[in-house]
């Protein structure tokens, strides 16, 4: 069974941190990327940083760029997402997805293209 679990979330205030987790099961994890994505309240899902399979490339969005890192541990499974410098703006749920092949770059591009694989998501609150 294909799984994404991402956890990690919870409240925080604005200028605080907080890493999120997305572990993975049921596929090739080396040869996936794994995207972390947000929605806000009333907003369209975007993408704000992915990691490739095997190359370690990776990509942000503009909007978190110097505060968040993205990192992976393929003995674990696992996808860490270190968020920084945190503004109310930053708030959603942050889902984790997977896509066989896929460049981080296609993120900055296309969106959530060739992901395929999607955890349930972790809410991130951010107060002023």
């Known amino acids: 069974e294909v799984r994404l679990v991402e956890s990690g979330g919870g409240l925080v205030e604005a200028g605080g941190s907080l890493r999120l987790s997305c572990v993975a099961s049921g596929f090739t994890f080396e040869n996936h990327a794994i995207g972390w994505f947000r929605q806000a309240p009333g907003k369209e899902r975007e993408g704000v940083s992915s990691?490739?399979?095997?190359?370690?490339?990776?990509y942000y969005a503009d909007s978190v760029k110097g505060r968040f890192t993205i990192s992976k541990d393929n003995a674990k499974n696992t996808v860490y997402l270190q968020m920084n410098n945190l503004k109310p703006v930053d708030t959603g749920v942050y889902y984790c997805?997977?896509?066989?092949?896929?460049?981080?770059?296609?993120?900055?591009?296309?969106?959530?293209?060739?992901?395929?694989?999607w955890g349930k998501g972790t809410l991130v609150t951010v107060s002023s």
């Open positions: 990691i490739s399979g095997n190359d370690g490339s990776t």
């Open positions: 997805a997977a896509g066989l092949g896929v460049h981080p770059a296609v993120m900055g591009a296309l969106g959530d293209y060739g992901m395929d694989k």
